[in-house]
Nanobody, 125 residues
Framework: QVQLVESGGGLVRPGNSLRLSCAAS????????MGWFRQGPGKEREFVSS????????DYSDSVRGRFTISRDDAKNTVYLQMNGLEFEDTAVYYC??????????????????WGQGTQVTVSL
């Protein structure tokens, strides 16, 4: 059974940083492209970032490029999302996702096989 468990969310002030982690189990991590989506209050779920199974290629939405960094540690079966310069608009539930097909480049929710339960990130004064 595949499990993706996110951690690291919380309440932060604008301009501060958070690092999200996602521990994966039950899948061949080194063959899976990993990523993050988010869903803010009253908004649709949206793509944030992804990293290829090899770790050599990454993708970011325009709204987070230059502020967020995705990385993976295959020894720990974990993917990270370093979020710097957080803004009010980053407030959302962040979901870790996995595509076990070695496909990379998906920005649609349907392109990912597995989802975590989500972790809340709130940016507020």
């Amino acid at each position: 059974q595949v499990q993706l468990v996110e951690s690291g969310g919380g309440l932060v002030r604008p301009g501060n940083s958070l690092r999200l982690s996602c521990a994966a189990s039950g899948l061949t991590f080194t063959s899976a492209s990993m990523g993050w989506f988010r869903q803010g209050p009253g908004k649709e779920r949206e793509f944030v970032s992804s990293i290829s199974w090899s770790g050599r290629t990454t993708d970011y939405s325009d709204s987070v490029r230059g502020r967020f960094t995705i990385s993976r540690d295959d020894a720990k079966n974990t993917v990270y999302l370093q979020m710097n310069g957080l803004e009010f608009e980053d407030t959302a539930v962040y979901y870790c996702v996995a595509d076990s097909s070695r496909h990379f480049g998906g920005r649609l929710p349907a392109e990912y096989d597995y989802w975590g339960q989500g972790t809340q990130v709130t940016v507020s004064l």
